[in-house]
C-alpha cells in the first residue's frame, strides 16, 4: 500500500486522531460574514479575551446540549421486499450526457437533456463510425428548419464550410436566400443559358482519371463525363466508351496546348473529330482495320446526343469554364437551382458535377465541410440499369468524405422516395445520424422503422410527431424523441410560411 | 409474439408487523410504563395518578402511532415542533463553516486510501460511528462512486425488460454474496445546466469574424439551452459494515489492511455494477465527494469543482439556517432553499410498475426542480430475508383471523399486506433474490426565494402521484436532519 490518509475529522470522541473535534467543545465566535465563513480550510479566529464577543456565540450551550439530545438522526421505516421487486427502484435511468457535440441542437422530450448533433464532433467523440446525415417527414413537419439551422447557419458560426443545393423556389429566390444573408455571402445560382453560374465538368482542379495514386476509386472528370454522356445517350457501348475516354484525353491535350482549359464542347469536337491518336493500336491503324474514320462513327451518335443534351438541358451550366467569381473559400456556398426545371436531368448532374468539383477543391485543403442535398431523391431520378447514377457518384463521394472533413446531409420525405438497392438507399442506409420526422402515413412509418431498426413502440408516435418534433438517431445509441430549439432569428429566417399569410409582401428581412 | 412487460409490486405493507404494530423497543418501554403504573396505582391509590398515567398512555400511543408509520399523528407532528423549537435558537444558524460537523452527521472519519496501482487517484471512505452502540469497530465505512447510468431514449420492451432484470441481479448478487456489503444507495442528481459554462462552451465554439447577427443568434441559443434542459449525474454509495469486513480479513486489521480490503470489496461493487450496465466514470476521492456535497448544498457551485475543498468535511461549507419547512444555505453567490422527503411506507403504489418507474421522480418533473433522487437498498441476506417475510405473513394471517372471528369486515390492508409477504416469500425461492428494505429520498433547491421551494414541491409532489405514490412525506421540522439521507452517506434507513 502506498499510502493510507489519516483520518481526517470527526464530530465527537472515539479513536479518532489528535484534529478531533467535540461539538461545542471548542466554541468560535460567529462570523456572519459570508466571505468569513466561506473560506475553506481556515478555522474562525477566537476570542481574544476573557468574555469578548459574549453576544456572538453562534450557539448557546443548552441549545446544543438539548439538540445532542434530541437529534435523533432522521431515519425512516422503510417496507421489507425482495431484490426482485425492487428493481423499479433504480434512479441511474438516465446516462450522463457526454460533453456536448456542437451547438445544441434540441431537448429530449424525455429526459429535458440538451441534444446537439455536429456531425465532426460526434465523430470525435466515437459516436458515430460514419459523419453522414438524413434527415426524412412529411411536407411541413419542420425538417428544413432544422437543416438550415442546425446543419448550415450554426456550422458556419463554428467555422465549418457549407454547400447546400437550394432546390425550393419561394418567392422569386430559393429558401435559403435568407440564410446566406444571415451569413453575409452571394447566392451561386443556376439557371440555363448564359445568366447562370457555370461549374466546368473539366475543371482542372477536377482529377481526370477516377484512380488517385494509391489506386483507389474517386471521382474524376472521366466518370462525371461518362455519367452525362449516359444520361444523354443512354448505356455506353464498348466502342463509344472508347471513343468517349479518347476525345476526352485529346480535348485535355488540344486545350492545353492552346494554353486554356478543356470543355465539354472540346470533348465534342473531339468526338466528331478524333485524333489519329484516338485509334487503339498502331498495328489496326497501319492494316486499315480501325481508321480515324471508324473511331468517328464509334462516337457520332453518342456525340449527337451529348451536343442535344449540352446545348439543351445542361446549356450554360456545365459546358463553360468555372466562373472566376465563384468563392470557393466562402463559408456558405448555397447552389440555388430552383430556377431549374423540376423535371429536367440537369439538376441531379448539377448536384453530382458540383459535389464533386467541392470535394476535388477541399481535398487540397484543410477544413470540416458539410453539403446539404436538399430534395434528396431528385439524387435517384437518373438511374437506369448499367449507367453510372448521379447518386451512386455522391455515394463515393460519401464514402471517401471523411478523408477531407466532409459530411452529407440528405433531406427526403419518405424512404420509399428511393428505390431500394439504388446507390442512394446507401446514403440513408450508411448515414450515422437520422432525424426522422412526422410519418403521417402508416407504410412510411413502418419502413422508416424497419430501415432504422425503430422499436416497434414509435409506430403512433411516428405518425403523429408535432412540428419541430422528431425522432433522433445517432449511431448505434436509442433512438429519442427531440424537439428542435431555434432562436428568434432562426425562426424568422426558417419561415416558409410567409406567402401564405397576409401581408406577405412586407416580410422577409431576417 | 409480443414482449410482456416486466413488472414490480412494492406496495401492499402499510404498517409495521409485529405486536400491536409496534417495534420490540416501543413494546418494552410499553410494558414497563403500565408496570409503573400499575404500581403507582396501588401504592396510592390516587385519581390523580390514574388519570395522569393515562393521559400519557394516550400520549404515548399516539407518538408511537406516528413511529410505525401509519401517517403523521397530530401528536407526532407537535413532537417534532416541539423538538425543533427546543433546539433551534430563532436568529441563529444551525450550522457554521469551520466548526465540527452538523450534529445530525454524528461522529464520522474522513479517510483515504490509494492503491499502490493508482497513488495520485485516492478514495474518499467515510467511517460512520456505530451510534447504538457507541462504537466504531460495530460501524460503517462508506465510498462513493460516479455511475455513467443507462437507459435512456426510447427503448423497446425486451431491452427495457432486461436492463430492470440486471438491475435486480445486482441488489440481489450483494445481497447474496459473500461480501461485506449490506446497503447501496443510488442517487441521482438533476440539475439545469449551467448557464455560465454552456456559455462558455458555446463561446468558444463560435469562430472569429462570424457575421454579427448569427454571433447573436448563437449566444441566444446558449442561453435557450441553459434555461431549458437538464443535466443527469448519477452515484452509488456502498455501506460496508466494520464488523463483517474485518471478520473477512485475515491476520491483524490494521487500519491499512482495512483500507486495502475495502478497497477490494468497492473495486468487486463496481465490477458488478458495470456487468449490470452502469459504467464506471470514477471512484470519488476526498476532494471529489467534498465538493459533490457542496455542490448538493449550494447548486451554484459545480458538482466537480474542487476549488477550496481539502477533505470531505470541506463539503459542509456554508452557514445554515434551519426553518420548520427548509433549510436554507447561505451560497457562494445567494442563498438557496432546500427540502426533503421521502416515501412513507403506506404510500407506495399497490399496482404493479415497470422497470422505468423512478421515471416518474428522476424526469418527468417539469418545470424543470433542481432536486437529487436517492433510492437507498439495505441488503438483507436470503435466510434472514425469509425469516422476515415469514414472521410477517404469521402476523398478517393472525390479524385477518382475528378481523374474521370477530366479524369485522375487511379494509383490505390485512389481504395487501399478505399478499406483500407472500410475494417476497415466492421470489425467494428463485436463485440470486435477497431481502431488501429500500428507502427512496427526494430532496429539492430553490434558489433565493422559499415560495420557489414551495412550488417544487408541488412540482415533485404531483409527479410522484403520477407514478402512484399516494404522497410524498415532507420532512417539516426535520429537513436539517434529513438532508444527511441525501447526501451520498447510506444513512436514514431503520431496520
Not at chain 2, 437507498?376 to 390479524?399: E, N, S, W
Request: with cysteine; proline share 6%; glycine share 8%.
Amino acid at each position: 500500500m502506498t499510502t493510507t490518509a489519516v483520518p481526517q475529522q470527526s464530530n465527537g470522541a472515539g479513536p479518532v486522531p489528535e484534529q478531533a473535534a467535540r461539538p461545542g467543545r471548542h466554541r468560535r465566535p460567529w462570523q456572519r460574514g459570508r466571505d468569513a465563513t466561506r473560506q475553506q480550510g481556515t478555522e474562525p479566529s477566537p476570542p481574544t479575551g476573557p468574555g469578548q464577543d459574549q453576544q456572538q456565540e453562534w450557539e448557546p450551550t443548552a441549545h446544543r446540549k438539548r439538540r445532542r439530545w434530541l437529534s435523533y438522526e432522521a431515519d425512516t421505516e422503510t417496507i421489507f421486499t425482495s431484490t426482485r421487486q425492487a428493481g423499479a427502484l433504480n434512479t441511474a435511468i438516465v446516462s450522463t450526457h457526454p460533453p456536448l457535440a456542437g451547438p445544441i441542437m434540441g431537448i429530449d422530450v424525455h429526459t429535458g437533456q440538451p441534444v446537439s448533433t455536429d456531425p465532426h464532433l460526434l465523430y470525435d467523440q466515437k459516436r458515430i463510425t460514419s459523419p453522414n446525415v438524413v434527415v426524412l417527414g412529411d411536407i411541413s413537419s419542420g425538417k428544413s428548419s432544422l437543416v438550415k439551422t442546425q446543419y448550415c447557419v450554426r456550422p458556419v458560426a463554428m467555422g465549418r464550410q457549407v454547400a447546400v443545393f437550394d432546390r425550393k423556389d419561394q418567392q422569386g429566390r430559393g429558401e435559403y436566400a435568407r440564410a446566406a444573408e444571415v451569413c453575409e455571402v452571394p447566392v451561386i445560382r443556376f439557371a440555363r443559358g448564359s445568366n447562370g453560374t457555370a461549374i466546368n465538368l473539366l475543371d482542372p482542379r477536377i482529377s481526370a482519371t477516377s484512380l488517385d495514386d494509391a489506386g483507389e476509386d474517386r471521382v474524376g472528370q472521366d466518370r462525371l463525363l461518362l455519367m452525362v454522356a449516359e444520361h444523354a445517350h443512354g448505356r455506353l457501348s464498348s466502342t463509344e466508351h472508347y471513343a468517349l475516354r479518347a476525345a476526352h484525353q485529346a480535348a485535355l491535350l488540344r486545350a492545353g496546348e492552346a494554353g486554356r482549359v478543356a470543355t465539354l464542347h472540346d470533348v465534342l469536337d473531339c468526338l466528331l473529330d478524333p485524333l489519329a491518336s484516338a485509334i487503339p493500336r498502331e498495328h489496326l491503324a497501319g492494316s486499315g482495320m480501325v481508321t480515324v474514320e471508324t473511331v468517328t462513327g464509334w462516337g457520332l451518335q453518342l456525340a449527337l446526343d451529348l451536343d442535344r443534351f449540352i446545348r439543351g438541358d445542361l446549356s450554360g451550366l456545365i459546358d463553360r469554364e468555372t466562373d472566376e467569381t465563384l468563392n470557393l473559400d466562402a463559408p456558405l456556398l448555397v447552389f440555388d437551382t430552383s430556377a431549374l426545371p423540376e423535371e429536367s436531368p440537369a439538376l441531379a448532374l448539377i448536384m453530382a458535377l458540383v459535389a464533386s468539383f467541392l470535394t476535388a477543391v477541399w481535398a487540397h485543403k484543410p477544413g470540416q465541410r458539410i453539403i446539404v442535398l436538399e430534395e434528396g431523391y431528385h439524387t435517384t431520378r437518373l438511374q437506369s440499369s448499367g449507367t453510372t447514377s448521379v447518386a451512386s457518384i455522391l455515394r463515393s463521394l460519401a464514402k471517401r468524405g471523411r478523408g477531407i472533413g466532409l459530411s452529407f446531409v440528405t433531406v427526403l420525405h419518405h424512404i420509399s422516395d428511393i428505390p431500394p438497392g439504388s446507390d442512394a438507399m446507401s446514403l440513408v442506409r450508411e448515414a450515422d445520424i437520422v432525424h426522422i420526422y412526422q410519418q403521417s402515413r402508416a407504410d412510411d412509418a413502418e419502413q422508416a422503422m424497419a430501415q432504422f431498426r425503430l422499436p416497434p413502440s414509435l409506430f403512433d408516435t411516428l405518425g403523429s410527431l408535432a412540428q419541430g418534433c422528431h425522432i433522433l438517431k445517432i449511431g448505434t445509441e436509442a433512438p429519442r424523441q427531440v424537439r428542435h430549439l431555434r432562436t428568434t432569428m432562426e425562426k424568422k429566417m426558417t419561415d416558409t410560411d410567409g406567402a401564405m399569410r397576409t401581408g406577405a409582401g412586407r416580410e422577409g428581412a431576417v | 409474439m409480443a414482449t410482456q412487460e416486466r413488472t414490480y409490486v412494492l406496495g401492499g405493507e402499510t404498517r409495521r408487523r409485529g405486536l400491536f404494530a409496534a417495534s420490540g423497543r416501543q413494546i418494552t418501554v410499553g410494558v414497563g410504563f403500565v408496570g409503573v403504573w400499575m404500581l403507582a396505582l396501588l401504592e396510592t391509590r390516587s385519581v390523580v395518578v390514574l388519570l395522569v398515567g393515562l393521559a400519557a398512555g394516550m400520549a404515548g400511543a399516539a407518538l408511537m402511532r406516528r413511529r410505525t408509520a401509519m401517517g403523521e399523528s397530530w401528536m407526532g407532528k407537535a413532537w417534532d415542533g416541539a423538538a425543533f423549537r427546543a433546539t433551534h435558537r430563532h436568529g441563529a444558524p444551525d450550522f457554521v463553516p469551520g466548526e465540527a460537523l452538523p450534529p445530525e452527521v454524528g461522529e464520522v472519519r474522513m479517510l483515504a486510501y490509494a492503491p499502490p496501482s493508482a497513488p495520485s487517484a485516492p478514495m474518499a471512505l467515510v467511517h460512520h460511528r456505530d451510534h447504538k452502540r457507541r462504537s466504531w469497530a460495530t460501524g460503517h465505512l462508506t465510498a462513493v462512486f460516479e455511475i455513467q447510468g443507462s437507459g435512456d431514449g426510447i427503448l423497446p420492451m425486451r431491452q427495457v425488460n432486461t436492463s430492470g432484470l440486471l438491475f435486480e441481479r445486482l441488489l440481489g448478487g450483494l445481497a447474496s454474496a459473500e461480501i461485506p456489503v449490506d446497503q447501496l444507495d443510488v442517487a441521482t442528481r438533476i440539475l439545469p445546466v449551467h448557464p455560465n459554462a454552456y456559455r462558455a462552451q458555446m463561446d468558444a465554439l463560435v469562430v472569429p469574424g462570424t457575421p454579427a447577427k448569427l454571433a447573436r443568434s448563437m449566444r441566444e441559443l446558449s442561453a435557450a439551452a441553459a434555461g431549458n434542459t437538464e443535466e443527469y449525474r448519477s452515484y452509488c454509495t456502498v455501506r460496508i459494515p466494520v464488523a463483517q469486513l474485518v471478520a473477512s480479513i485475515s491476520g491483524t486489521a490494521d487500519l491499512e489492511r482495512v483500507a486495502e480490503e475495502t478497497f477490494e470489496v468497492i473495486g468487486e461493487v463496481v465490477r458488478r455494477v458495470d456487468g449490470a450496465g452502469y459504467r464506471l466514470r470514477t471512484v470519488l476521492g476526498p476532494r471529489r465527494l467534498g465538493a459533490l456535497i457542496r455542490h448538493l448544498h449550494d447548486p451554484d457551485v459545480g458538482i466537480d469543482n474542487q476549488e477550496g475543498i481539502a477533505t470531505v468535511a470541506d463539503g459542509w461549507g456554508y452557514t445554515r439556517w434551519a426553518d420548520p419547512h427548509h433549510v436554507r444555505i447561505e451560497g457562494a453567490a445567494r442563498d438557496w432553499y432546500h427540502a426533503v422527503a421521502h416515501v412513507p411506507r403506506d404510500a407506495w403504489p399497490a399496482q404493479p410498475v415497470n422497470a422505468r418507474w423512478m421515471e416518474h421522480l428522476v424526469t418527468r418533473v417539469n418545470p424543470a426542480t433542481i432536486r437529487t433522487v436517492v433510492s437507498q437498498f439495505r441488503l438483507v441476506p436470503k435466510a434472514r430475508a425469509r425469516d422476515l417475510a415469514r414472521i410477517g405473513m404469521t402476523y398478517d394471517v393472525a390479524t385477518a383471523t382475528t378481523e374474521r372471528k370477530r366479524g369485522q369486515v375487511s379494509t383490505g390492508e390485512t389481504e395487501a399486506s399478505m399478499s406483500a409477504s407472500r410475494r417476497v416469500l415466492q421470489d425467494l425461492l428463485r436463485p440470486v433474490v435477497g431481502g431488501v428494505l429500500p428507502a427512496v429520498r427526494v430532496m429539492i433547491s430553490a434558489p433565493e426565494d422559499p415560495n420557489l421551494l414551495t412550488a417544487a414541491r408541488r412540482r415533485v409532489t404531483s409527479a410522484a402521484e403520477d407514478g402512484g405514490l399516494t404522497r410524498l412525506a415532507w420532512q417539516d421540522n426535520r429537513h436539517h436532519k434529513a438532508m444527511l439521507t441525501a447526501l451520498p452517506m447510506a444513512r436514514g434507513v431503520r431496520e
